[in-house]
Nanobody, 123 residues
Framework: QVQLVESGGGLVQAGGSLRLSCAASGRTIASYVMKWFRQAPGKERQFLAAIGRTGTITYYGDSVKGRFTISRDNAKNTAYLQMSSLKPEDTAVYYC????????????????RGQGTQVAVSS
């Protein structure tokens, strides 16, 4: 079992930045592809980014490519999502997830997911 806890969400003005953290416990995340998703009210969950087990391979959804950066620190058992140039349409609950399949790409498959952290971007 892997427990994931997101933090770092909050209210930010458009154009601002936030860094989300995803702290894991129970097992090391080094064996997992880590992903970030978000879900806005009334909308489907949206894939944002994925990072391979060693951190050398990343993949981004089109809506965040060039603005968000996914990273990980396996020694700290933590994944991150650096978000910049935030827009009001980025407002959502952001989730991190751990996927045991060693495939870095889009899609909503995961084995474990956190409870999420709210991000609100004001215009």
């Amino acid at each position: 079992q892997v427990q994931l806890v997101e933090s770092g969400g909050g209210l930010v003005q458009a154009g601002g930045s936030l860094r989300l953290s995803c702290a894991a416990s129970g097992r090391t995340i080094a064996s997992y592809v880590m992903k970030w998703f978000r879900q806005a009210p009334g909308k489907e969950r949206q894939f944002l980014a994925a990072i391979g087990r060693t951190g050398t391979i990343t993949y981004y959804g089109d809506s965040v490519k060039g603005r968000f950066t996914i990273s990980r620190d396996n020694a700290k058992n933590t994944a991150y999502l650096q978000m910049s140039s935030l827009k009001p349409e980025d407002t959502a609950v952001y989730y991190c997830a751990a996927d045991g399949l060693p495939i870095v790409g889009p899609g909503d498959r995961y084995d474990y997911r956190g409870q999420g952290t709210q991000v609100a971007v004001s215009s």
